[in-house]
């Protein structure tokens, strides 16, 4: 098969299996007949009972086979197939259709996002209709995830945990990088496509589910609480940020009485503060510290503004109960500061 590979020009079909059934040998017959794309299906460690299965596909024309001594995770299992997409196949390859084991994913949608990411640059989600008809967990875990992801990253994506998309040959070596191995890999790909200012485009496929998804390995609440640890890290930050705010903004209106310049010299450690850890521990920047620096402190003498005004107000309309009033006020700029380093500060330049 890698004779094959270095030659064509398709896309690859690459398939994670862990436990798969026969329907793995059905699902990879039928992308074969129906399509020109080379497959390559990843091992990831089944039970013994499942040889029969991948031995079959190892004799399979345009079929390569992977295996892992042992279960290592989808994310693994999918770094493994690109990993070997990278260093076998031609640069004329223009990507990779990852598709699930399970049957889930019809060869004419698989088809049909392979077409629609080898003519561009974009990644492209199969995505599926959760309609009345679809498990109940699937539907929550995807609304959940779908929601979080849109509050953090900040792009509106309606099937987050797809697994057929098409994966740009572009992207492929970012992807490779990604430290996890579980299901919150693909999270972490869109967090990563996202952070690079590449586009991510959506295409409406079939949805499939057989025996009420009983094959999936996939928890979605477990696995999609995995990516809600960015905004858990940011939490954690801005406790401490706010701890350090207050404590000095307390300190120095205890020694000036003057609500301006307390905010001004809590603003300026706790903001040093911010900046490095949001940097570094948040939102994972690698970026140079100059850009960065110039838009945060911009933010930062912003949300001063913000927060001497409303101070200021609020102790007006609270008999001069300043501390009280402070924390009203930093509470209600929480949000928006978030939103604002996401996206301005420590984001990638979407264009």
Not at 238 to 265: H, R
Request: hydrophobic letters at 45%; proline letters at 4%.
């Amino acid at each position: 098969m890698d004779q094959i590979t270095q030659l064509t020009s398709e896309p690859w079909v690459l398939i994670p299996a862990y436990q798969p059934t026969e329907t793995l040998v059905d699902l990879v017959e039928s992308i074969k007949r129906d399509t020109n794309f080379p497959v390559l299906v990843v091992n990831d460690g089944s039970a013994e009972r499942c040889r029969s299965i991948f031995e079959t596909l190892e004799k399979k024309p345009g079929v390569v086979v992977i295996h892992h001594a042992v279960n290592r995770g989808k994310g693994q299992a999918l770094k493994t197939g690109i990993n070997h997409f990278l260093v076998v196949s031609s640069s004329s390859c223009p990507g990779i259709v990852t598709a699930d084991a399970d049957g889930q994913h019809l060869p004419s949608d698989i088809l049909r996002v392979g077409l629609e990411g080898k003519t561009g640059s974009d990644l492209i989600l199969g995505s599926r209709t959760f309609a009345d008809g679809v498990p109940l967990r699937s539907r929550f875990g995807n609304l959940l995830t779908m929601g979080v992801f849109r509050a953090v990253v900040g792009q509106k994506i309606t099937d987050t945990q797809t697994g057929l998309r098409y994966l740009p040959r572009a992207m492929l070596p970012k992807f490779l990088r990604i430290p996890y191995g579980g299901y919150d890999y693909e999270l972490a790909m869109l967090v990563e496509t996202v952070k690079s200012g590449a586009n991510i485009r959506e295409v409406p496929i079939e949805t499939v589910y057989i025996d009420n998804n009983s094959s999936s390995h996939f928890n979605p609440l477990k696995d999609s609480l995995r990516i809600y640890f960015v905004f858990v890290r940011f939490a954690g930050v801005s406790i401490a940020t706010a701890v350090l705010d207050f404590a000095v903004f307390a300190a120095a209106f205890s020694l000036l009485g003057n609500i301006f310049w307390s905010i001004f010299a809590s603003r300026l450690v706790a903001g040093t503060f911010n900046f490095a850890a949001s940097k570094r521990v948040v939102f994972k920047s690698e970026t140079s510290v100059a850009p960065e620096l110039g838009k945060y402190v911009a933010l930062v003498v912003l949300l001063m503004v913000l927060s001497w005004l409303s101070t200021e107000a609020l102790s007006g309309l609270m008999n001069g109960h300043v501390l009280i009033a402070k924390a009203l006020a930093e509470g209600a700029l929480f949000l928006a500061s978030f939103a604002v380093q996401r996206t301005f500060v420590f984001g990638a330049n979407r264009g």
